[in-house]
């Protein structure tokens, strides 16, 4: 069955200070990748997305995604994270038959 | 563009009454999605439509649970009778394209069941 693993309940990072977000599906051919972001009390958001092509994803607010395909992961990365960044983030995995299915998340915490 | 329309925000009832969600997908987006987070949680896909047809309803409680979509439109999700496991948020997805797409997300709404 495919599955998606968020191995980081919690992170705690220094305002300025750089990011990675671990994901690693478990899924026998590519599938479709997707970070979405959800801050207190509102809906999911996408920063970024991986259909095919070039393995470096670029997204909004800074952040960017690496596919690995050896590995099977998909970490999310950001240089400098701001205060504003603090927020669960979900990694989301569809298999090419339109099911999205998504980790248990990260939660976020900056430090001043 | 108005996003993704769900109502109510917030729902407090007690274990065994019923309550229903409503959902109005962005214009246009064919394909809609109900997904449940529980707290610390995930969000766990409950059904999904194209259109007014049902997708996929594998994960749905159909002992409790039901979803309609009568006119391809706007959908209500009902629980019937209430457990206090049902205490979550009730998330609705749209997407517009069925392959590629990208899920646009409303805000949810927060159910607590005393």
């Known amino acids: 069955a495919q599955s998606v693993t968020q191995p980081d309940i919690h992170i705690t990072v220094s305002e300025g200070a750089s990011l990675e977000l671990r994901c690693n599906y478990s899924?026998?051919?590519?599938?479709?990748l997707f970070w979405y972001v959800q801050s207190p009390g509102q809906g999911l958001q996408l920063l970024l997305k991986?259909?095919?092509?070039?393995?470096l994803v670029q997204g909004i607010k800074g952040f960017e995604a690496e596919f690995k395909r050896s590995q099977s992961s998909f970490n999310l990365r950001k240089p400098s994270v701001h205060w504003s960044d603090a927020a669960e983030y979900f990694c989301?995995?569809?298999?090419?038959?339109?099911?999205?299915?998504f980790g248990k998340g990260t939660r976020l915490h900056i430090l001043p | 563009e108005a996003g993704v329309a769900q109502s109510p925000r917030y729902k407090i009832i007690e274990k065994r009454q019923s309550v229903a969600f409503w959902c109005n997908p962005i214009s246009g987006h064919a394909t809609l999605y109900w997904y449940q987070q529980i707290l610390g949680q995930g969000p766990k896909l409950l059904i999904q439509?194209?259109?007014?047809?049902?997708?996929?309803d594998s994960q749905l409680p159909k002992d409790r649970f039901s979803a309609e979509r009568l006119k391809g439109v706007d959908s209500t999700l009902k629980i019937q009778p209430a457990k206090l496991e049902d205490s979550a948020v009730y998330l609705c997805?749209?997407?517009?394209?069925?392959?590629?797409?990208?899920?646009?997300f409303g805000e949810g709404s927060r159910l607590t069941v005393l």
């Open positions: 991986y259909f095919s092509g070039d393995t």
């Open positions: 989301a995995v569809a298999p090419r038959d339109d099911k999205i299915i």
């Open positions: 439509f194209q259109n007014n047809g049902v997708v996929d």
């Open positions: 899924y026998g051919a590519t599938p479709y």
């Open positions: 997805a749209s997407r517009r394209v069925h392959d590629t797409g990208e899920l646009f």
